[in-house]
């Protein structure tokens, strides 16, 4: 049988900010390509899937060797990426209709979740059926918060968050859950080069939904795995996290 990762990304590129003003954005090229090219390494088929169905667009300000060991890697997860979207990416709706043929899912970072991931009731499907299923559910930096489309009513959370409210949720999957995500200190180092303030932070809308948020240093690795919930805190983190990913799809137990 096929090895199959199921790979869930935005399909948009403008995060809103307060003040009607926006930040350009996309996935992070080491957060999608460094996991997805070590799955590629071990066996692992890739489908990737968004909303609208079109090549997920990257932010360019992960687009350095800075996020990577050196020139070299740098050079080969960028092409790799190149290859890899250059190929057939999925409407999300069409990917969740047949998610029995998936092994996990993966949902790479960079403030493009914030979008509209958080709210998709497919990929509230999504997140349903690996739940259910008790199979790996992966999620770095940003990405995280769209495990917020795991509930009843996500368009009004997403709504009332952006509105400066602390919403309830109704029917969350993850409540109670340990993870990590961005972290607020390292949210308020990136909004200082934004063109205004952030509508809200991740940790805050995580915690607000009854997430047990536990984060690291600020730029340090850190991965939390809670039952099949694999979460990874920032860029940094995209080979510890990937480790883990992988030794939950090969069975290995949650350290206590």
């Known amino acids: 049988m096929t090895k199959n990762i199921l790979v869930v990304m935005s399909s948009e590129d403008q995060l809103p900010l307060k003040d009607g003003q926006t930040h350009a954005t996309g996935f992070y090229l080491n957060e999608f390509g460094v996991p997805a090219h070590r799955l590629t390494q071990e066996g692992y088929a ?35 990426v190149e290859q890899t979207l250059s190929g057939t990416v999925h409407k999300l709706s069409d990917a969740a209709a ?13 403030h493009a979740p914030m979008i509209e991931l958080m709210r998709d009731a497919h990929l509230g499907k999504v ?45 969350f999957l993850y409540d109670g859950y340990k993870a990590t995500v961005f972290s607020t200190p390292e949210e308020q180092d990136a909004e200082k080069t934004f063109e205004a303030p952030m509508q809200y932070y991740p940790a805050d809308a995580l915690r607000a939904a009854g ?28 080979e510890e996290f990937v480790t883990a990913l992988l030794g939950a799809l090969k069975g290995d137990a949650v350290n206590a």
């Open 127 to 171: 997140l349903r059926h690996f739940h259910e299923k008790g199979q790996p559910t992966a999620l770095i930096c940003h990405a995280p918060v769209a495990l917020l489309a795991a509930q009843q009513d996500a368009a009004a959370y997403q709504t009332a968050l952006q509105n400066g409210e602390t919403p309830a949720a109704q029917g």
């Open 211 to 238: 997430m047990d948020v536990q984060n690291g240093g600020k730029y340090q690795s850190h991965v939390v795995r809670d039952r099949e919930l694999i979460t990874g805190q920032n860029p940094m983190s995209d």
């Open 98 to 110: 047949n998610l029995d043929q998936f092994d996990a899912v993966f949902l790479p970072g960079g």
């Open 46 to 80: 890739l489908t990737i899937a968004t909303p609208r169905g079109n090549r997920p667009p990257m932010d360019h300000g992960s687009d350095t060797k800075d996020f990577f060991k050196d020139e070299a890697e740098y050079a080969q997860i960028k092409a790799f």
